[in-house]
């Protein structure tokens, strides 16, 4: 399943880069515009802001909103300037949260994605969205999860897991990550 969504990601990556960009609006953080869309995109769900399933304790991570809109063939979208402490690596921008089909609940339940709704204003992406529903590994008993796997893979669940709590069958969306220059 998961080179479907990496061929999912390119796809709606290429749009936003094929469709038209402008750079408008000030960068200040409380002209968000619309959210419409998606009923959970003011969840902050997974593990919030400052946090990454690849970070180290000791790094932090500096977010400032974009001010560039993105527009794509659904709506328009704005991110956040994304620095991480610690790793001599260029900032991001990330878009979070960014819905790629209508929701499979009710009839779609079970069936191929269906394109999502248009929305209007700009929908501000900067929440990650709730993942599909799954079980979670059971990694609390260290010694028993240490007989099933590495001690590597031990400690990336540890940092993966706040982001897999919040689930729900709403979770067709996507994180997009764009280099800044």
Known sequence: M????????V??????LVAPINSAGSGSSGSSGGGG???SSGNSGGGGPGTSANMDENETLKKST?????HTKYGSVSGTIEHLDGRHLD?????????????PVGNLRFMPPVTGA??????????????CPQRLPDIYNETAAL??????????????LPYLRNQSEDCLYLNIYVPTQ
Do not use: C, Q
């Not at 796809?11 to 936003?16: C, P, Q």
């Not at 878009?95 to 790629?100: A, E, I, L, M, Q």
């Open 118 to 131: 248009l929305w209007s204003g700009v929908k501000k992406a900067d929440r990650f969205s709730p993942v």
């Open 66 to 70: 974009s001010s560039r809109i993105v």
């Open 37 to 39: 869309g998606s009923s």
């Open 11 to 16: 796809v709606v990556f290429t749009v936003s």
């Open 147 to 160: 007989e099933r796997m590495p001690r590597g893979r031990l400690e990336y669940l540890r940092r993966l």
């Open 91 to 103: 900032p991001v921008e990330a878009f979070r949260g960014v819905p790629y089909a209508s929701p």
């Open 2 to 9: 998961l080179p479907a969504t990496v061929i999912i990601v």
